[in-house]
Structure formats: C-alpha cells, structure tokens
C-alpha cells in the first residue's frame, strides 16, 4: 500500500523512478515507470523498439493500467514475485493477458495458476484467456462452469474464434444430460426369484435416486471422476448392491455414462482454438 500512496502523492511509483532510466513506460492513467532497457529486453519482448542513435530518454505508451504495469514490471527484477493474494480479479486478468502481450515468460505460468483458482467465480474471463492462449487444461477446468449462462452475454465476452467451439460444447452437454436422466425398466434379475417373478423393486427407487443427483448436483457430479461416486452411494442407499444381475447393469450404465460425458467434458476436442 505504500507504493500507492506514494503514487497518489506524485504521479509515479518509487519502485520504478530511477533517476538514470533510459525509458519511461506510460501507462493507461498517465502514470510513469522509469525503468531500464535492458531489464526490459532481457525479460520480455514487446514494450520497446530497438534503440535509438539519439542519446535520450525513450517514452513509450501503454494501454494497460499503472496497477497491471506496477504489478508485471516486478517479475522484470531481481528480486522476489509479487503476491497475488489480495489482488482484484479485473487486476489479475489485466496481468495475464499482459505477460503474453509482452512475452514475460516469468509471469504467464504464476498468472496461470491464479486464473486457474478463479476459473469457478469467473469462468467466461478465464475460458476466454485459456482459449486464446490455447491453455487446454484450464479451459476443460472451467467450461463446464460455462453451462447454463445466458448465450448472448457469454459470446460477447468470449474471443471471435472461441464462440463457435462453446456453441457447440453446450449443445453436447444438453445432448447428454437427458439421456443421463432417462429412466430404464426394471428387469427380473435376483437370483432367488422365478424365472416367471417380479422385477427388482429396488431398481426404480436406485434410478430415482441416481437421476435426481444428476439433476440436482450441478455440473460437478457429472464430471468424469464424479459418476462413479453417484451410482456406488444410490447402490449403498437403496441395497440394490445384494442384487448381483442389478449391480451388473448400473455398471454398464455408469460406463455408458462416462463414456457420454467424457467428451463433452472437453472442449478443446472440439474445435482447435488459437485465436490470431
């Protein structure tokens, strides 16, 4: 907070004011950080052209914020990475998409990281950042919180050659979760039974079960690695687990169901997406 002060005060931030700089980066608010070309050069690429014959200080523009700048001129030092503990998310996405305009190769992954734990509070900022930087893990990580938005916001907000690729990832989700909840007869399955017998009781009161967590879970319990807990606690509850031809057949519906939620799970499978 002192460095904010200080920058309230004068227009500048002590951390970045050498008196023999030999550039002045001007940030989007009109703040000045006099720093050193060759830092600049060694830990990025971008922020400067080459040098010039005249024998003055280079002043060059930016569109990013003096929070973003103040923030990724840190990683360009010698000295220990900021913390991004406290910092505002707007801040944060701002700093992401700063490091690969810039090429700070010291600040994409750390960025990454913390994007990655917003991808649940922010997933329409973080899916657009993964998408664009083809991140293909983070962007698995946070579509599935895309899943419901309203369309017109979200394409909006989401990059020109990202749109079609999420368009078509809902469609695969809505595709999925009605065959999840579709219901499927009773058959005469325990071994004490005739031939000519009942159907499992269980098997309805199982079903029901398993298709209201489908509906009432969210999209966290149709994740891949979540089904499999599903079935096994609606197998416990109900008791159909003592039925051995029962527990046969929710094994090859929960294999039925990884296998249709495996790929729309993932969005990258859909479309490559690198935007230019």
Not at 189 to 214: H, I, M, N, Q, T
Not at 247 to 263: D, E, H, I, N, Q
Request: charged share 25%; aromatic share 10%.
């Amino acid at each position: 907070m002192r460095l904010w002060k200080e920058l309230e005060a004068g227009g500048k931030i002590a951390l970045f004011d050498a008196s023999d700089a030999d550039v002045i980066l001007r940030s989007s608010d009109d703040v000045s950080f006099k720093v050193y070309r060759k830092d600049l050069e060694a830990y990025s690429d971008g922020f400067v052209g080459p040098p010039s014959s005249i024998d003055e200080v280079e002043v060059v523009q930016l569109t990013e914020t003096s929070r973003v700048l103040e923030l990724l001129l840190q990683f360009m030092r010698r000295q220990r990475q900021p913390s991004f503990k406290d910092v505002d998310f707007n801040v944060l996405d701002g700093l992401a998409e700063a490091a690969e305009k810039y090429e700070v190769f010291s600040a994409t992954e750390p960025c990454k990281i913390w994007m990655s734990a917003a991808a649940s509070s922010h997933p329409v900022e973080v899916l657009s950042y993964a998408m664009k930087h083809d991140y293909t893990e983070l962007a698995n990580q946070c579509a599935v919180h895309t899943i419901g938005l309203d369309v017109d916001s979200t394409l909006k907000r989401l990059p020109p050659n990202a749109q079609l690729p999420w368009l078509r990832y809902c469609y695969k989700w809505h595709n999925v979760v009605p065959d999840l909840l579709r219901y499927k007869n009773p058959i005469q399955c325990r071994r004490k039974s005739p031939p000519d017998g009942p159907p499992c009781a269980l098997w309805s009161e199982f079903y029901a079960r398993v298709a209201e967590k489908f509906a009432r879970g969210g999209l966290k319990v149709l994740q891949p690695g979540e089904i499999g807990s599903v079935f096994r606690i609606a197998e416990e509850t109900t008791g159909i687990e003592d039925c051995p031809k029962c527990v046969l057949r929710t094994r090859f519906k929960m294999a039925g169901s990884r296998r249709a939620v495996g790929p729309a799970a993932k969005i990258h499978q859909i479309h490559h997406f690198v935007v230019a």
